[in-house]
């Protein structure tokens, strides 16, 4: 008896703690996810706009720019402009946890090309919307 009173305590406080985790919004680290963004899911690439020569401007990094790639012939749908996602202005910490792991998008549909379809791990999402919530 005294086993399952403190198994049902313990489990009542794993609940709390995860529904004040919840509650807070999904913690991650900023420096991992400005590493993922800039260098593995290369979200700087298309989201930053860039100078004459082509070189980013790095002091408008994630602030939304014209898709620099041109459309190939044999799709018709390809997104003209990344748009701003520096301090996630268009969507919600759970939006773009959605997006970023299952590719899905806040309409509930995949994002139109170039955008990849990503599926990271829920930490990496996390440490990605972590760092992007810094920026302003």
């Known amino acids: 008896m005294r086993f399952a009173a ?3 305590c313990a489990s009542l406080v ?28 290369m979200c700087i690439q298309c989201h ?3 100078e004459a020569n082509g070189a980013l401007i790095r002091s408008r990094a994630f ?14 749908s390809w997104a003209e402009f990344a748009p701003r996602i520096a301090g996630l202005p268009q969507y919600s910490e759970a939006q773009m ?7 899905i998008g806040r309409e509930g549909k995949p994002l139109r090309a170039p955008m990849p379809t990503f ?18």
Do not use: C
Request: cysteine-free; overall charge positive; glycine content about 6%.
């Open 6 to 8: 403190a198994l049902l």
């Open 119 to 136: 599926k990271m791990t829920r930490e990496d999402a996390e440490d990605v919307i972590a760092f992007l919530k810094t920026l302003k």
């Open 97 to 103: 946890h959605t997006l970023l792991t299952t590719g």
């Open 48 to 50: 930053t706009p860039r």
């Open 63 to 76: 602030s939304g720019a014209p898709v620099f790639v041109a459309k190939p012939r044999q799709l018709s």
């Open 14 to 41: 794993t609940i709390s703690v995860a529904q004040q985790k919840s509650a807070k919004g999904f913690e991650g680290k900023p420096e991992r996810g400005r590493y993922l963004a800039e260098n593995v899911a």
